[in-house]
């Protein structure tokens, strides 16, 4: 019986006109549209459509592709295109030498919220790797900042450890021995401006021997 009552809902659900669909899934998030492209062939073709995937994209994403590197029509739809921007980086990084022992590091990297999807929580994560096999980095406090045109805005920390145990979640490895760490999240409301600051400031002394890379802080929608 319960299968049958899950099957009428999904007919109901396929029996709805596609406009409706449209602007249901529109106003979800891209792992609830991409869920509900399982449900039946009917919401897939909704799901994976234009209409759908352009409520996800920056308002400026026009701006966006005249800046890539790369051929933008090798795109040839929405959802492709937002899942090639889904990852940004703030900051390319360059080879960070030594540091004189009183020193702390203080890595910040900016960019405007209208460049992001808007209503979508994004998580930063620093993209690293160490050049020396003794010494450690200590712990580093990291700080969200959004700074809104008018003056309103808010702010959140962490500290995390920037080298935490090799099991643990919250450091993973990528390819050429770069690795990735969350540094924190934030949310982007509905036609918000201003700046998003990413601010990663060491707290705890580290002792340092060798030199550290980063190639970035690292921006993409929770899921």
């Given at each position: 019986m319960?299968?049958?009552?899950?099957r009428e809902?999904?007919?109901?659900?396929?029996?709805?006109?596609?406009?409706?669909?449209?602007?249901?899934?529109?106003?979800?998030s891209?792992?609830d549209?991409?869920?509900?492209?399982?449900?039946?062939?009917?919401?897939?073709?909704?799901?994976?459509?234009?209409?759908v995937?352009?409520?996800?994209?920056?308002?400026?994403?026009?701006?966006?592709i005249?800046?890539?590197?790369y051929?933008?029509?090798?795109?040839?739809?929405?959802k492709?295109?937002?899942e090639?921007l889904t990852?940004i980086?703030?900051?390319?990084?360059?080879?960070?030498?030594?540091?004189?022992?009183?020193?702390?590091?203080?890595?910040?990297?900016?960019?405007?919220?209208r460049?992001?999807?808007?209503?979508?929580?994004?998580?930063?994560y620093?993209?690293?790797k160490?050049?020396?096999s003794?010494?450690?980095?200590?712990r580093?406090k990291t700080?969200?900042?959004?700074?809104?045109?008018?003056?309103?805005?808010?702010?959140?920390?962490?500290?995390?450890?920037?080298?935490?145990?090799?099991?643990?979640?919250?450091?993973?490895?990528?390819?050429?021995?770069?690795?990735?760490?969350?540094?924190?999240?934030?949310?982007?409301?509905?036609?918000?401006?201003?700046?998003?600051?990413i601010?990663?400031?060491?707290?705890?002394?580290?002792n340092?021997k060798?030199?550290?890379?980063?190639?970035?802080?690292v921006?993409?929608?929770?899921?």
């Open positions: 319960e299968r049958d009552k899950t809902e999904v007919d109901f659900l396929s029996a709805l006109p596609e406009c409706l669909l449209t602007a249901v899934l529109s106003r979800t891209p792992r549209v991409c869920r509900s492209s399982a449900v039946s062939k009917e919401l897939r073709s909704v799901a994976e459509s234009d209409a995937w352009k409520r996800f994209l920056p308002s400026n994403h026009g701006d966006i005249s800046g890539l590197a051929d933008p029509v090798a795109f040839s739809t929405k492709q295109l937002y090639s990852e980086v703030l900051d390319d990084g360059e080879r960070v030498p030594e540091p004189p022992e009183e020193r702390l590091f203080d890595l910040k990297g900016k960019i405007e919220a460049l992001l999807s808007p209503e979508t929580t994004y998580v930063a620093l993209m690293f160490t050049w020396a003794y010494g450690s980095l200590g580093a700080c969200v900042r959004f700074a809104g045109k008018k003056g309103d805005g808010y702010e959140t920390t962490n500290i995390v450890n920037l080298e935490p145990p090799k099991s643990s979640h919250h450091l993973r490895k990528r390819t050429e021995g770069w690795m990735e760490i969350a540094l924190g999240e934030f949310f982007t409301g509905q036609g918000d401006n201003g700046e998003v600051e601010r990663l400031m060491e707290v705890e002394q580290g340092w060798g030199v550290i890379s980063v190639q970035g802080i921006l993409r929608p929770k899921v």
